[in-house]
């Protein structure tokens, strides 16, 4: 945007629209490894186009932790193992996360020039599930909110009010949140890149309640009405709580 387009964003609604989730972490075949920040930003492009305002693209920061005994355990790796968030070591990739202090001076920064432009309202929007990313975010738009320019944090599930069992089942990777990429960007999803059946978590890196995802939980039976009623439900659902919060 040109400063006189960002002055009119500016003053149509007083928002700003900040994701905050790591573009470089591993989720799996089918899915691009920055499906957590293409969420992220998917949302706050949506409701920026429906109130007014800015968005940016996503500050790519990830806190994760080293994998507890019972997730190691659940996945069918010894109790004893060493796994730091999704580097499972037959996965032919690694993923990129941080300490806290860095993702916490990159939003600061972030949010220390949208205050400055004058606007009067931020939304940091996260959608990465790692352990310590939503607590640090939300104690951070706490820390960091003004009389001048409030700061809310926000997660992406915390507006997703649909029965589906499609999204209850189904962790990192599976086929909840293959549905929530397809209902954002779906030109990333390749089904293709899975083959049918039965998977295992080791060697695809989905996230599943025991060591092998049974077939109805494939990520290929993804649902595309279920993903285009999810995005309609979370993006309302959002601009509501975006309303509410700047008083628009």
């Given at each position: 945007?040109?400063?006189?387009?960002?002055?009119?964003?500016?003053?149509?609604s007083g928002c700003?629209?900040?994701?905050?989730?790591?573009?470089?972490?591993?989720?799996?075949?089918?899915?691009?490894?920055?499906?957590?920040?293409?969420?992220?930003?998917?949302?706050?492009?949506?409701?920026?186009?429906?109130?007014?305002?800015?968005?940016?693209?996503?500050?790519?920061?990830?806190?994760?932790?080293?994998?507890?005994?019972?997730?190691?355990?659940?996945?069918?790796?010894?109790?004893?193992?060493?796994?730091?968030?999704?580097?499972?070591?037959?996965?032919?990739?690694?993923?990129?996360?941080?300490?806290?202090?860095?993702?916490?001076?990159?939003?600061?920064?972030?949010?220390?020039?949208?205050?400055?432009?004058?606007?009067?309202?931020?939304?940091?929007?996260?959608?990465?599930?790692?352990?310590?990313?939503?607590?640090?975010?939300?104690?951070?738009?706490?820390?960091?909110?003004?009389e001048a320019c409030?700061?809310?944090?926000?997660?992406?599930?915390?507006?997703?009010?649909?029965?589906?069992?499609?999204?209850?089942?189904?962790?990192?990777?599976?086929?909840?949140?293959?549905?929530?990429?397809?209902?954002?960007?779906?030109?990333?999803?390749?089904?293709?890149?899975?083959?049918?059946?039965?998977?295992?978590?080791?060697?695809?890196?989905?996230?599943h309640r025991q060591?092998?995802?049974?077939?109805?939980?494939?990520?290929?039976?993804?649902?595309?009405?279920?993903?285009?009623?999810?995005?309609?439900?979370?993006?309302?659902?959002?601009?509501?709580?975006?309303?509410?919060?700047?008083?628009?």
């Amino acid at each position: 945007m040109r400063p006189r387009e960002v002055i009119e964003a500016r003053e149509r609604s007083g928002c700003a629209f900040v994701p905050v989730s790591p573009a470089f972490e591993w989720h799996s075949f089918h899915l691009p490894l920055g499906t957590d920040a293409m969420v992220a930003e998917g949302l706050c492009r949506a409701a920026a186009q429906r109130v007014g305002g800015v968005w940016f693209r996503p500050l790519s920061f990830g806190l994760d932790e080293w994998r507890p005994e019972e997730q190691l355990l659940a996945w069918g790796f010894a109790k004893d193992d060493r796994v730091y968030g999704m580097n499972f070591p037959e996965l032919p990739l690694r993923s990129e996360y941080c300490e806290p202090p860095e993702m916490q001076a990159a939003v600061r920064n972030r949010l220390k020039a949208v205050a400055g432009c004058g606007f009067r309202h931020a939304f940091i929007v996260n959608h990465h599930g790692g352990t310590g990313q939503a607590p640090a975010l939300e104690a951070l738009a706490a820390d960091l909110a003004t009389e001048a320019c409030q700061v809310h944090f926000a997660r992406t599930g915390q507006f997703a009010d649909l029965d589906e069992e499609s999204l209850r089942v189904g962790g990192h990777a599976g086929l909840s949140e293959t549905t929530w990429l397809l209902a954002f960007r779906p030109e990333l999803v390749d089904l293709s890149q899975q083959p049918d059946g039965e998977l295992s978590v080791r060697q695809t890196g989905i996230l599943h309640r025991q060591p092998t995802i049974e077939a109805q939980y494939n990520p290929r039976r993804v649902s595309v009405a279920v993903a285009h009623t999810l995005r309609e439900r979370v993006t309302a659902n959002f601009v509501a709580f975006v309303r509410e919060r700047a008083g628009l």
